[in-house]
């Protein structure tokens, strides 16, 4: 036998080995698949709002049927009074019923003690438009600035929404459309978070806020997925298709300068490390200026994930989740501060 043929044998080592890859292959190609279906979430209640009950319901907008996932507070009272709206937007490949699986359902008893109204909208074919221009987000006949605006108008009119009090909170794929939200339509929000996603970089150079909104980052600094530093985001796989962001400090300072405030301004503090186990550590960035703030929670060491909640895909694929601070204590305690 030549010493070709001899290169190509395959040994029990060598076929164990292709057989692994081919697994992975196989496991990373049926996430990438979930990032494309479109398919609302199913198992919940449709029909009229409810108090205290997740109800799913559908607007037409566009030549699109768009639903969300509404939820009264339980005190609400169709008596006049004015209730905070805060609208989620969930992470790429996911839907609204991914949310409270990922912050381990800790909105649902924030929202009753502050009585806020609290809609999951869902993302069409899974994915926000939020200025990437790669893959199904380039689809020129989807409108998700509009679709937004007019689910806030929506609920501004059925229901007793304060109009001063509108939230915006969105992780990975939702938080930057957010950042596109702010951008565009910064009328419309009185304050705003971003979790594990920065400023999509086609639109940064053109993003002017009309108004001095609020803002509020949480980001890893070795988040696998969406960069820290900036560049390009990197799909499960290992797939560089998800668009581009820029620095995650480069934001902050971007939301700082909407507010009217320098970097002279920047406040840094170290947090306590609550939990020595889980190998992070927490600093809060900060910049104030006329009642408005732009907030950065650094989390050294965090991967993509929402700081103490649910570790969705083993740290290999995302990172480590940070249990330093609670997101949702510390999401929750910043909107109503505004």
């Known amino acids: 036998m030549s010493d070709h043929k001899k290169k190509l044998r395959l040994t029990p080592l060598r076929t164990k080995y292709i057989l692994a890859v081919l697994a992975l292959v196989i496991l990373c190609g049926g996430l990438w698949f979930r990032h494309w279906k479109v398919q609302p979430p199913t198992g919940y209640q449709t029909g009229p709002a409810q108090v205290g009950m997740q109800v799913q319901q559908t607007m037409r907008h566009g030549d699109l049927n768009r639903t969300y996932l509404l939820r009264l507070p339980k005190e609400y009272k169709a008596d006049g009074s004015k209730y905070p709206l805060v609208v989620f937007l969930h992470g790429g490949g996911e839907t609204s019923s991914a949310v409270d699986s990922l912050t381990k359902n800790t909105l649902l008893p924030l929202a009753d003690q502050t009585h806020a109204i609290l809609i ?51 992780v990975s794929n939702g938080a930057m459309m957010v950042s596109r939200i702010l951008c565009e339509k910064a009328d419309t929000i009185t304050a705003a978070v971003m979790v594990a996603g920065s400023i999509p970089e086609p639109i940064y150079d053109k993003c002017h806020p009309s108004r001095p909104v ?120 910043f909107l109503i501060s505004h």
């Open 120 to 170: 999951y909208p869902d993302g069409y074919g899974r994915q926000w438009h939020d200025g990437n221009t790669v893959g199904s987000r380039s689809r020129a006949n989807i409108d998700d600035v509009g679709f937004l605006s007019a689910l806030v108008d929506k609920m501004t009119q059925e229901y007793q929404v304060n109009p001063t009090k509108v939230y915006f909170v969105g």
């Open 214 to 333: 609020s803002t509020l980052m949480m980001s890893g600094t070795d988040d696998p997925i969406v960069p820290y530093q900036g560049g390009d985001i990197t799909l499960i796989g290992n797939i560089k298709n998800g668009g581009r962001v820029v620095p995650a400090e480069t934001a902050l300072m971007h939301w700082a300068h909407a507010i009217g405030a320098g970097p002279d301004k920047l406040i840094q503090r170290d947090l306590p490390d609550t939990d020595t186990n889980d190998d992070t550590r927490v600093q809060r960035w900060s910049v104030e200026n006329s009642g408005h703030e732009a907030v950065l929670y650094r989390i050294i060491g965090g991967g993509h994930t929402w700081p103490s909640g649910r570790q969705y895909l083993p740290v290999r694929i995302i990172g480590k989740t940070s249990q330093d601070i609670i997101a949702s204590d510390v999401v929750w305690s």
